[in-house]
């Protein structure tokens, strides 16, 4: 057998065990962590160096690289670079399908890292985009946008909402919080990390999502940093819907969660690192997921 044939067969195996030992921890519905080495159990990464080589009219892509040099957990973490680009997105993504669990609740683990000095997420002034590093529940719908997800800034990582009924005119979501975009939201202003935030050093979240599509919705996030042990709840919203809904109050099941570095016109490059992602069914789980 040829020895790149045995790298393959290899490769397969790492993946078979490290996928076995993640349907065997208690608690846990996915485990996106990159400890075996390549961007398994994740679809194939949307990025230049994978499946989108060439960009298009409105999204040039970036790179997406198993880092072993900065691991928040494990062996490997996620690296996502993007270009500068002032024409339109620039996006570079892990993908995964799921089935929306309406009524229940997902528990999510994250870590998020970039080094010391002035990050600064590239974006021009004008739009006021940090750059999404997750998104729960990506569903769509209407002008598209996701559901719930992640935004770092320079000194702060805002949690972003567009949920309820989709619509036709500006802002396209029933409801809205996205506390960069002032006039736009109509919720309250939601800090995963508040500001200020530190930088060279790995940030953990855990994020609770209870999926519904009427006001029994609830979000909560716990923020701390490596090597701490107490949490700190530093989000927190209910009463509202955290599903996306058409005017009938249709939805598809079929819904994503995704890891990245995505964000509007640019001017200049950008690099983020994202670890320990996990999808739990208890807080235990999820927050025992990280270091």
């Known amino acids: 057998m040829s020895l790149r044939r045995w790298a393959v067969v290899a490769a397969v195996l790492t993946a078979a065990v490290a996928g076995a030992q993640a349907a065997a921890t208690p608690g846990i519905l996915f485990d996106g962590g ?6 398994t159990p994740w679809s194939t990464p949307q990025c230049h160096n994978y499946a989108n080589p060439s960009d298009s009219s409105t999204t040039h892509f970036g790179n997406f690289y198993v880092d072993r040099q900065h691991a928040g957990e494990g062996t490997y973490g996620a690296e996502f670079t993007l270009p500068a680009w002032p024409g339109g997105k620039t996006r570079c993504q892990l993908i995964t399908h799921r089935t ?12 998020f890292y970039v080094p010391p000095g002035g990050f600064q997420p590239g974006t021009t002034p004008d739009t006021n985009w940090g750059v999404s590093i997750a998104e729960f529940n990506f569903q769509n719908l209407g002008r598209g946008g996701p559901t719930i997800s992640l935004q770092a800034h320079r000194n702060h990582v805002t ?42 050093v790995w940030h953990e979240l855990v994020v609770r999502c209870h999926w519904a599509t009427d006001k029994t919705g609830k979000v909560v996030v716990w923020h701390r940093l ?10 927190s919203l209910s009463g509202y819907p955290t599903l996306q809904v ?14 990245q570095a ?30």
């Open 262 to 291: 995505y964000r509007g016109p640019s001017l200049a490059p950008v690099t983020v690192w994202v670890d320990g992602f996990a999808r739990a069914s208890t807080w235990a789980a999820a927050a025992a997921n990280l270091p």
């Open 159 to 200: 949690l972003v909402l567009q949920t309820g009924v989709v619509t036709k005119s500006f802002p396209f979501h029933q409801y809205r919080s996205n506390a960069d975009l002032g006039g736009s939201s109509n919720l309250p202003a939601l800090y995963a990390i508040p500001p200020p935030m530190k930088k060279g």
């Open 246 to 259: 058409n005017p009938d109050g249709s939805y598809d099941e079929d819904t994503l969660d995704v890891i």
């Open 34 to 39: 990159l400890d075996h080495g390549t961007y």
């Open 226 to 235: 490596k090597g701490e042990t107490r949490w700190t709840r530093t989000a």
């Open 100 to 111: 929306i669990d309406v009524g229940h609740d997902d528990y999510y683990s994250l870590m």
